[in-house]
């Protein structure tokens, strides 16, 4: 999988359209805007250089966007999707919060929730523990948790009896579900 980073994207571009675009080249497994950026996640690394090679400076909506290989170290993590995240938090403040628990490979926020990304998928568990149903800048952060894990979910639920602070385990849900045994 390889990792690209789109710039410059106009205000008008959806996920839709981004993953339309680059689906041409190959398999996409994730599309993200963050603003006027954005992520696209390619499985083959051939695919993702056809991509920078036909994309970059492609005119989207009469705007020419920057594509180019994500400078990222790419690096195992643990991606966590969170909810009901505070319109006047910031990237930095729901870093600082999740830093509690471990090294915070990414962190960003999109409209009101956000992905962050924990170097260690044990660090991932302890974050939802400790979090879960806890008020954070005036809200409950909320969500749900998903993957191949059933047992890690409904143990989840069971100890906070209403899920308020969850996450989607998106990769390392193998490591999860048995550090949750």
Not at 48 to 61: G, P, Q, S
Not at 126 to 150: K, P
Request: with cysteine.
């Amino acid at each position: 999988m390889v990792k690209l980073f789109i710039g410059n994207l106009p205000r008008e571009a959806t996920e839709q359209e981004i993953r339309s675009l680059f689906e041409q080249y190959g398999r996409v497994l994730e599309c993200d805007i963050i603003k006027n950026y954005g992520f696209v996640h390619i499985e083959d690394k051939t695919a993702a250089e056809d991509a920078i090679r036909n994309l970059h400076h492609y005119k989207l909506h009469g705007v020419c966007i920057n594509v180019e290989a994500s400078k990222n170290k790419s690096k195992a993590s643990t991606k966590l999707h969170v909810g009901n995240i505070s319109t006047s938090c910031t990237n930095l403040e729901l870093r600082s919060k999740f830093e509690e628990y471990g090294p915070v490979l990414e962190c960003d926020i999109v409209k009101d929730y956000a992905f962050v990304h924990m170097e260690r998928a044990e660090d991932a568990v302890e974050a939802i523990r400790g979090l879960d149903n806890t008020e954070f800048q005036g809200r409950l952060f909320e969500g749900w948790t998903s993957g191949s894990c059933g047992a890690f979910t409904s143990k989840l639920c069971q100890a906070s009896r209403s899920v308020d602070f969850v996450f989607s385990m998106v990769s390392l849900m193998e490591i999860l579900c048995l550090s949750a045994a």
